[in-house]
């Protein structure tokens, strides 16, 4: 469609139409109880959504969950600037390899298996 044709078939849009259009389009404001499920269906799936929906999961244990999970994905995003860290680190050193085995110790000793 050239563009002429393209504004042709807007110009046919009537003005109540348009108006129909803004009102769809505008902001919808969501408010905190909202933003809570969203989080919570993002983190925990559709099925988990419903379950605080039908008032299978409480509000009270739906928000200790999303706190948990808030505090996991931090852990995770200081776990995954710790490793920026020792790789930026070691690679600026006369020996990058003694380096990073060096910062790593502890993360490796914590990986390790019980055999025991």
């Known amino acids: 469609m050239t563009?002429?044709?393209?504004?042709a078939?807007?110009?046919?849009?009537?003005?109540?139409?348009l108006k129909k259009i803004k009102k769809a389009t505008s902001k919808?404001?969501?408010d905190i109880e909202d933003f809570l499920l969203a989080e919570?269906?993002?983190?925990?799936?559709?099925?988990?959504?419903?379950?605080?929906k039908l008032d299978r999961i409480?509000?009270?244990?739906?928000?200790?969950?999303?706190?948990?999970?808030?505090?996991?994905?931090?852990?995770?995003?200081?776990?995954q600037s710790e490793a920026s860290f020792i790789g930026g680190v070691s690679s600026q050193?006369?020996?990058?390899?003694?380096?990073?085995k060096k910062?790593?110790?502890n993360?490796?000793?914590y990986a390790e298996v019980d055999n025991g």
Do not use: C, H
């Open 28 to 30: 919808v404001k969501v």
């Open 58 to 79: 409480k509000a009270r244990e739906m928000m200790k969950l999303l706190s948990a999970s808030r505090k996991l994905d931090s852990v995770g995003l200081y776990r």
């Open 9 to 17: 078939e807007l110009d046919k849009i009537s003005i109540d139409d």
């Open 40 to 52: 919570f269906a993002m983190k925990f799936g559709w099925n988990a959504y419903q379950d605080v």
């Open 3 to 7: 563009p002429e044709e393209r504004q």
């Open 93 to 100: 050193t006369k020996y990058p390899a003694k380096t990073f």
């Open 107 to 109: 993360i490796r000793k």
């Open 103 to 105: 910062l790593t110790k």
